[in-house]
């Protein structure tokens, strides 16, 4: 069966991705399912770089076709931070989502409302070392103060999408498999999946 090594150790992302790309003829692994213990240093200075780096380094140490994503929330009030460093968007060592979300609403106290944001993801596919495919996805909405719903993680509680009134939290799966940025990568990259898997 064809293998497709989802390269990340974020439960949340491989809970998205395995329901996006579950219609497909491929079986989904990750990288607890074979073992593979990898903490890839994202430097990078692009989404695109650091998705690269994360699959390639996957594809190294499994031989699986991989992959990767990499994500970050532009918030326009802070001339686009917290950007490629939302994953560590915060002074406090170990900081956790929450401590993440308090840091940015703090930076933007003082900040004329609304706060208006896009979430962007850039999602790798790495076959073998010369053959790397790119492809993005963005999802558009602004920061409230006030966090609400329970679903989802990293920003998802203060990222309202104002057309529903509804924070990416208060989503259903199958809606957030709809509209989130990483859902509009990961179904541009699904016609690159289905050519290189032969389905």
């Given at each position: 069966?064809?293998?497709?090594?989802?390269?990340?150790?974020?439960?949340?992302?491989?809970?998205?991705?395995?329901?996006?790309?579950?219609?497909l003829?491929?079986?989904?692994v990750?990288?607890?399912?074979?073992?593979?213990?990898?903490?890839?240093?994202?430097?990078?200075?692009?989404?695109?770089?650091?998705?690269?780096?994360?699959?390639?380094?996957?594809?190294?140490?499994?031989g699986?076709?991989?992959?990767?994503?990499?994500?970050?929330?532009?918030?326009?009030?802070?001339?686009?931070?917290?950007?490629?460093?939302?994953?560590?968007?915060?002074?406090?060592?170990?900081?956790?989502?929450?401590?993440r979300?308090?840091?940015?609403?703090?930076?933007?106290?003082?900040?004329?409302?609304?706060?208006?944001?896009?979430?962007?993801?850039?999602?790798?596919?790495v076959?073998?070392?010369?053959?790397?495919?790119?492809?993005?996805?963005?999802?558009?909405?602004?920061?409230?103060?006030?966090?609400?719903?329970?679903?989802?993680f990293?920003?998802?509680?203060?990222?309202?999408?104002?057309?529903?009134?509804?924070?990416?939290?208060e989503?259903?799966?199958?809606?957030?498999?709809?509209?989130s940025?990483?859902?509009?990568?990961?179904?541009?990259a699904k016609?690159?999946?289905?050519?290189?898997?032969?389905?």
């Amino acid at each position: 069966m064809n293998k497709l090594l989802i390269a990340t150790n974020n439960k949340g992302k491989v809970k998205e991705i395995r329901a996006l790309l579950d219609d497909l003829k491929i079986e989904l692994v990750t990288p607890a399912d074979i073992h593979l213990s990898l903490d890839v240093h994202e430097d990078g200075k692009t989404y695109a770089e650091n998705a690269t780096k994360k699959a390639v380094a996957f594809f190294r140490a499994s031989g699986l076709i991989c992959l990767a994503d990499d994500s970050g929330l532009e918030v326009d009030a802070l001339n686009g931070a917290p950007g490629l460093f939302s994953a560590r968007y915060s002074s406090k060592p170990g900081a956790s989502d929450a401590d993440r979300r308090t840091f940015l609403l703090q930076n933007l106290r003082d900040k004329p409302r609304p706060w208006t944001a896009r979430f962007h993801a850039t999602v790798a596919i790495v076959v073998s070392e010369n053959d790397i495919r790119l492809v993005e996805g963005e999802c558009k909405g602004e920061i409230i103060p006030e966090e609400r719903g329970t679903s989802g993680f990293g920003y998802d509680p203060i990222f309202l999408i104002p057309e529903l009134n509804r924070t990416m939290a208060e989503l259903e799966m199958d809606e957030k498999n709809r509209l989130s940025h990483r859902a509009r990568a990961i179904l541009n990259a699904k016609p690159i999946l289905m050519k290189i898997f032969d389905l």
